[in-house]
């Protein structure tokens, strides 16, 4: 997600690992028949919007693509997941431990995240779990009260293809729901790992079932 080209010691971005990891991440996106469509722009602190989110397997993706271009990213997780004898090495891989009782509690607390750090990239789903279709504006909230630029990247199965960009920014008086209606067409044709299984819960949802 980032240009090989960025010397590592100019580069604004977060960076992490070394030749090794980078050696690794790209072996094996290659063995799975995978490559990076794009680059990452030399951005201190960036939200990063993943989708379609149809398989567990798009969180493997998308830290072997971290790896290949050297980027940190974090992630957040509920704090059940953060039990205290692997918490240290949960937040060393980038896990973030936030409270997602409440909408509001969640934004504030990611909010908080970006303005404490000098450089930071936080990867969310915004199309929620992999057993929901429903987009939350939640990222959107998110990016104008950190005033951080979004990239999207989609996890393309059908041409196995890590698409990165293109890199959105947010107005303060935006209509939300508008704009996330918008940044969902970026989307479209992008062919999830189990689309039958995705088209199936959102039918399900319409019917009530």
Do not use: C
Not at 40 to 45: G, M, R
Not at 54 to 70: G, N, P
């Amino acid at each position: 997600m980032a240009d090989a080209s960025v010397d590592a010691e100019r580069s604004r971005q977060p960076r992490s690992g070394n030749a090794l990891t980078r050696g690794l991440g790209q072996s094996l996106l290659r063995l799975g028949g995978w490559r990076i469509d794009g680059t990452v722009p030399d951005e201190p602190k960036l939200l990063l919007l993943g989708a379609p989110h149809t398989s567990y397997f798009d969180f493997v993706l998308t830290k072997l693509t971290a790896w290949a271009v050297r980027v940190r990213l974090s992630w957040v997780g509920k704090k059940s997941l953060f039990p205290r004898p692997i918490a240290p090495f949960v937040r060393w891989y980038g896990g973030i431990p936030v409270n997602r009782e409440t909408s509001e509690g969640f934004v504030a607390e990611i909010v908080a995240e970006f303005r404490q750090r000098d450089r930071f990239y936080l990867a969310l789903m915004p199309g929620g779990g992999i057993r929901t279709s429903r987009w939350r504006s939640g990222f959107y909230h998110i990016a104008q009260g950190a005033e951080v630029p979004m990239l999207l990247i989609a996890f393309d199965w059908g041409r196995r293809t890590m698409r990165i960009g293109p890199m959105l920014t947010v107005t303060p008086d935006a209509i939300v729901d508008d704009e996330v209606e918008r940044i969902k067409a970026h989307f479209e044709g992008v062919r999830g790992r189990e689309p039958a299984m995705y088209r199936r819960r959102r039918k399900s949802r319409r019917s009530g079932l």
